[in-house]
């Protein structure tokens, strides 16, 4: 039984986040063939801005979809439909920060990520909407992170499809047809979370949902709590525009624009990497909650299991595939055919995706120990792993070997953090144990 809503609930949130990757790798495809090395430059430069977008709304989702279920699961309706009014208050307050950050603070932000030059206003036009159409991508964020634990994850996986798939047509017509440029693929990225939620919304107009909107007080407290909560999935998110920026400072030094363009193509290839583990570990969240609500921690400790499992299943299928079809993938990316990015980008890629081997053991770890509320272990993995341990292994590293350091941080930064993620995992189930006793 236990098997069995593991395998439906994760197997359709790997599908769905697979699909919801797509809306930044049909960008970086389309651009890269339409504005060759300098646009894939400016598109890496900018992304960034999405990450951070997208952390948000993952980090309040997450928060308030834990608080969600263990409601429901110990039977409190009330509560849930407050739970799930001050999540989505909370993503909006949020969205409207970003829309006047992409009114007012686009060509600055983008100077301040490393644009210059006539890649300054083509990176200012795709930062620009993805503030603006924030809200979209952070209400999206909550509609899936609710219907999903609401008992309806193949709908869920089917918006994200659904909207994936909008991203890549719009993203076809707006580049080539029309010749918007970035301006049409930031477009084209904005307008899919709206066609996601219009899918989700039969789930609320088929009166299966166990969520509605409903009066409350306190939001900003509760909304402080929904953000300790999922701050491990702000991390793990936005800190893959933190270290964007700061490998493309890095990389300029070293290669020029032709390092940023290469490992732009490293970085959007590994996005999809990134998203298996985020549904994986997504997919597992709502049981492990459920449970924990219950009290029942043989049952959260097996589906910790069964996860960790998967996950180094993926990491080394991850691995296999990155090996095995190196120059395909990168030619993908590479519509000019240009040889210097061709080559660093092979090497890079063999390199960087050796820690995906331990990067699913620290994602899912971490979402782990948010879903049973122990929010500070999380928090931890979550930096070591997207911030402090990569960055100091990016400046190290690339000081003592160059672009192959540069390559080599994310594996170290993973192999270091697997070691945290074991010791706070021992102590986890010590405190369980004692409980049980």
Same mark, same amino acid.
């Given at each position: 039984m236990l098997g069995k809503q593991y395998l439906k609930y994760v197997s359709s949130n790997i599908l769905g986040m697979m699909g919801l990757s797509f809306y930044i790798l049909a960008d970086t495809y389309f651009v890269a063939a339409r504005l060759g090395a300098d646009g894939l430059a400016a598109l890496n430069i900018a992304i960034p801005g999405y990450s951070l977008v997208n952390a948000t709304g993952l980090m309040v989702a997450m928060g308030g979809a834990v608080r969600y279920t263990i409601a429901q699961s110990?039977?409190?309706?009330?509560?849930?439909?407050?739970?799930?009014?001050?999540? !989505?208050?909370?993503?909006?307050?949020?969205? +409207?920060?970003?829309?006047?950050?992409?009114?007012?603070?686009?060509t600055p932000l983008a100077a301040l990520l490393g =644009?210059?030059?006539?890649?300054?206003?083509?990176?200012?036009?795709?930062?620009r909407m993805m503030l603006l159409f924030g809200v979209f991508f952070i209400s999206n964020d909550m509609m899936l992170a609710f219907v999903r634990n609401d008992g309806a994850p193949r709908l869920a996986m089917i918006g994200m499809i659904c909207g994936s798939l909008t991203n890549v047509v719009l993203d076809y017509v707006f580049i080539f047809p029309l010749d918007m440029g970035l301006f049409g693929a930031a477009l084209a990225t904005g307008f899919s979370?709206?066609?996601?939620?219009?899918?989700?919304?039969?789930?609320?107009?088929?009166?299966?949902?166990?969520?509605?909107?409903?009066?409350?007080?306190?939001? +900003?407290?509760?909304?402080? $709590?929904?953000?300790?909560?999922?701050?491990? =999935?702000?991390?793990?998110?936005?800190?893959?525009?933190?270290?964007?920026?700061?490998?493309?400072?890095?990389?300029?030094?070293?290669?020029?624009?032709?390092?940023? +363009?290469?490992?732009?193509?490293? +970085?959007?290839? =590994?996005?999809?990497?990134?998203?298996?583990?985020?549904?994986?570990?997504?997919?597992?969240?709502?049981?492990?909650?459920?449970?924990?609500?219950?009290?029942?921690h043989h049952s959260t400790r097996k589906l910790y299991g069964f996860a960790i499992s998967t996950a180094l299943l993926l990491g080394a299928v991850m691995i296999g595939i990155a090996w095995g079809f190196t120059e395909p993938l990168v030619s993908v990316f590479n519509g000019e055919g240009n040889e210097a990015l061709q080559t660093m980008a092979e090497e890079g890629l063999r390199l960087y995706f050796i820690g995906f081997l331990f990067a699913g053991i620290n994602i899912v770890s971490a979402v782990y120990l948010?879903?049973?509320?122990?929010? !500070?272990?999380?928090?931890?993995?979550? !930096?070591?792993?997207?911030?402090?341990?990569?960055?100091?292994? =990016?400046?190290?590293?690339?000081? $003592?070997?160059?672009?192959?350091g540069i390559w080599l941080a994310f594996p170290a930064a993973e192999g270091a953090t697997c070691l945290l993620t074991a010791v706070f995992m021992w102590r986890s189930r010590k405190v369980k144990t004692k409980e049980a006793v």
């Open positions: 110990q039977g409190q309706k009330k509560q849930a439909h407050e739970i799930f009014t001050k999540t !989505m208050l909370t993503g909006w307050f949020f969205s +409207a920060i970003y829309l006047l950050m992409g009114i007012f603070l686009a =644009a210059e030059g006539h890649i300054l206003p083509m990176t200012a036009d795709y930062l979370p709206a066609v996601s939620m219009c899918v989700m919304s039969l789930h609320v107009w088929r009166k299966k949902n166990g969520f509605a909107f409903c009066r409350v007080k306190g939001v +900003a407290k509760s909304g402080l $709590l929904f953000c300790k909560l999922g701050i491990s =999935a702000f991390v793990n998110e936005f800190a893959t525009g933190v270290v964007l920026t700061v490998f493309n400072l890095l990389i300029l030094c070293i290669s020029g624009n032709t390092g940023v +363009a290469a490992y732009g193509v490293i +970085a959007n290839i =590994a996005l999809v990497g990134t998203a298996v583990y985020t549904g994986l570990s997504q997919g597992t969240q709502p049981l492990v909650s459920q449970y924990y609500g219950k009290r029942d948010g879903a049973v509320e122990q929010a !500070m272990p999380s928090f931890f993995i979550a !930096m070591s792993r997207g911030v402090a341990a990569i960055l100091f292994f =990016a400046f190290l590293l690339s000081a $003592l070997f160059g672009m192959l």
